[in-house]
């Protein structure tokens, strides 16, 4: 599928998005970009048109994420199993998304701000959208 044909199918299902979903200031939209490196988000007042927070993988380090999960030596094999699927489901970027969707919680909550819109700019909803999603909703966030 050439790359244009692509973005403009993504914007399309964005301005669909957009058609039922606004911010406020009091209930600000939470929007979400992502590329094949990084991923940002935006806390956003439609009605001011005006960015109150963002925040990216940018400003996360990637070290502090990227941590083994450890295994005792003495642990049954669906403990491992177990271990072993909690690392892949969040691991490289997933798990950096989910970081991000917490950075912006904390923001968030600082500022004062605790229910949200989200927004999840033409993307399916799974993969690191979801993850970012989750890692605001653990963060304290509510939509």
Same mark, same amino acid.
């Given at each position: 599928m050439p790359v244009l044909l692509k973005k %403009? &199918?993504?914007k399309r299902r964005h301005l669909r998005v957009r058609a039922k979903i606004?911010?406020?200031n009091t209930v600000p939209r939470l929007s979400v970009f992502k590329s094949n490196k990084h991923i940002y988000c935006q806390l956003i007042d439609d009605e001011k048109s005006k960015t109150l927070l963002s925040a990216s993988d940018l400003e996360i380090k990637k070290t502090k994420v990227l941590k083994k999960v450890s295994v005792e030596k003495n642990a049954s094999a669906k403990e491992v199993k177990n271990k072993e699927k909690e690392q892949k489901a969040l691991s490289g970027k997933t798990a950096i998304a989910f970081e991000v969707g917490r950075l912006?919680? %904390?923001k968030a909550i600082k500022n004062k701000? &605790? &229910?949200i819109v989200?927004?999840?700019g033409g993307f399916s909803y799974h993969g690191r959208i979801k993850a970012l999603a989750e890692g605001a909703r653990v963060g304290g966030l509510e939509f």
């Open positions: %403009e &199918k993504r606004s911010g406020t912006i919680a %904390e701000v &605790k &229910k989200f927004d999840r």
